[in-house]
């Protein structure tokens, strides 16, 4: 398989990667080690910046105004906006614009006028409301949130856990359970206004992920209409599951970069320390934990170019997308890990990044599913059942 | 209904001695003038001495006031709790954080 750039993706990566090493890293030498967020004119000045380079809202569709990029071509777009301090979990601040909620692109016309349009122009900001605390491996199963019909509204009662950005969002795409199916036939989305009475932000869940939080939620007899259900009734989860399978191609790409920066400091580093009468990279401990970087970040690379080629041309993606996942946020994890000890005692501090990509790191192997249950998908797939 | 809490150690006089005995860690507080919270600030990872330096900085700007403090290493989220907290309980921002507006959400 050839997994060389075309012309035109060369640039592309060039272009990303000079942006990122000469507008976003210099901004973080001033910044907290855990911030997360531009100052309000530094962002309003590089988005000017990604929409004149024609890279503003990467991931919308073609036909609603996005630059129309392949699978594979937004996955190493990915992988160089992440080798920045913050770019695991904020690639470049997000100056490259987000996509609003994939699920609305499937929305009714009356919906995407209240919802999606003004989510890409920037008016409104959407949360994704799917893990609940009875558990987040499995939503299909976990979900207790309860929605009935009242007359021609919708009452829906219940929690929800772990939920990024609810607290400054204007809507929020929220699932329950509408039958007494347990499993995945019984579930309905809903577009539900956070202003709606009945919706509360209960709290912030701090996590190992100190410069961003998550929210828990709850819902007190929340009355939505009949307009505010997202597809068809029952057949939400199949909304939310597209959306996991999708995300997980750039998610591991994510994870790839921050890899790449990591093992490019070891190097650095190995190269210009000395102990013991010897530079650290004259060192074969050394130059194994180098070499063994280079293979996990290899192979991690392999097997998401791989997903995304298969995605680009219409094949089945779904074992290849799962294994991307898991291999690349393992392997990048243990990178950085590496890269940790190489560096010693500064490795561990606050100068440097990589204590918080490996605190970051740890929780891609669990978000967007964890290593588990991409190896379940996979087994269903190589195995060709559907197991209980 | 906001399940969010505040900072739990009681007020201490914001001098130049007490700032000094702090511990230089990480973390949130908050300052409090004329019964008025004024800021809701955190000692992050480039404060040289952590909470102790950045108190001490405090005092000198709040000459009179006091103060509570908490240690913690997820300092940025929690400063934006307080400040959400503090939001939903007083309809606004302590003076001092009127920039901060666009750094945090709401609790409902």
């Known amino acids: 398989?050839?997994?060389?750039?075309?012309d035109e993706q060369q640039l592309i990566v060039e272009t990303v990667r000079r942006y990122v090493r000469e507008e976003i890293e210099?901004?973080?030498?001033?910044?907290?080690?855990?911030?997360?967020d531009l100052t309000p004119h530094d962002q309003a000045r590089l988005v000017a910046m990604t929409k004149d380079m024609g890279f503003y809202g990467l991931d919308i569709p073609e036909e609603f105004g996005g630059p129309g990029l392949d699978v594979t071509t937004r996955a190493l777009m990915a992988i160089e906006m992440s080798q920045h301090r913050a770019g695991l979990y904020n690639p470049c601040y997000g100056t490259f614009g987000g996509a609003g909620l994939a699920q609305l692109y499937e929305a009714t016309e009356e919906q995407k006028e209240r919802y999606l349009y003004p989510a890409l122009k920037g008016e409104k900001r959407g949360c994704f409301a799917l893990t609940e605390p009875s558990g987040g491996s499995d939503p299909a199963r976990a979900i207790r949130t309860r929605a009935h019909q009242d007359g021609d509204e919708w009452v829906i009662s219940g929690s929800k856990l772990y939920i990024?950005?609810?607290d400054k969002a204007d809507f929020a795409l929220v699932f329950a359970r509408t039958s007494d199916d347990p499993g995945r036939n019984g579930v309905t989305a809903f577009i539900v206004d956070t202003d709606t009475p009945g919706f509360h932000v209960e709290r912030v869940v701090h996590t190992l992920r100190s410069t961003h939080y998550a929210t828990e939620?709850?819902?007190d007899e929340m009355?939505?209409?009949?307009?505010?259900?997202?597809?068809e009734v029952n057949r939400g989860f199949a909304i939310a599951n597209d959306r996991l399978s999708r995300q997980r191609i750039p998610y591991a790409a994510g994870c790839i970069g921050v890899a790449i920066k990591a093992q490019e400091m070891a190097v650095e580093w190995a190269k210009s320390r000395e102990a013991f009468g010897s530079m650290l990279a004259e060192k074969q401990a050394v130059q194994w934990m180098i070499v063994d970087n280079e293979i996990d970040i290899?192979?991690?690379r392999w097997c998401v170019l791989e997903a995304a080629q298969r995605a680009d041309r219409g094949e089945r993606f779904r074992t290849e997308a799962a294994m991307a996942k898991l291999v690349a946020s393992e392997a990048s994890g243990r990178v950085v890990d590496r890269a940790m000890q190489i560096h010693g005692g500064i490795g561990m501090t606050k100068d440097l990044p990589l204590e918080r990509w490996y605190r970051e790191l740890r929780i891609r192997r669990v978000g967007e599913g964890p290593s588990e249950v991409q190896r379940l998908i996979m087994a269903r797939?190589?195995?060709g059942g559907s197991f209980k | 209904m906001v399940a969010a809490k505040g900072i739990t150690r009681g007020l201490q006089p914001l001098t130049a001695e007490v700032a000094a005995a702090l511990p230089g860690q990480l973390g949130v507080?908050?300052?409090?003038?004329?019964?008025?919270?004024?800021?809701i600030a955190h000692a992050g990872g480039h404060e040289p001495f952590g909470l102790r330096s950045a108190l001490t900085d405090a005092a000198e700007r709040w000459p009179g006031a006091t103060f509570r403090y908490e240690t913690t290493h997820a300092y940025v989220t929690r400063w934006q709790e307080l400040l959400m907290l503090h939001e939903a309980e007083h309809g606004r921002l302590p003076v001092a954080n009127a920039d901060d507006a666009h750094r945090i959400g709401g609790l409902t």
């Open chain 1, 223 to 231: 009355r939505v209409s009949q307009e505010q259900v997202l597809g």
């Open chain 1, 381 to 383: 797939e190589i195995l």
């Open chain 1, 164 to 166: 990024s950005g609810a």
């Open chain 2, 29 to 39: 507080y908050e300052v409090v003038a004329e019964g008025q919270t004024v800021v």
């Open chain 1, 298 to 300: 290899r192979h991690a």
């Open chain 1, 1 to 6: 398989m050839d997994f060389r750039p075309s």
């Open chain 1, 217 to 219: 939620l709850s819902f």
């Open chain 1, 26 to 36: 210099p901004l973080e030498h001033d910044l907290d080690p855990d911030a997360g």
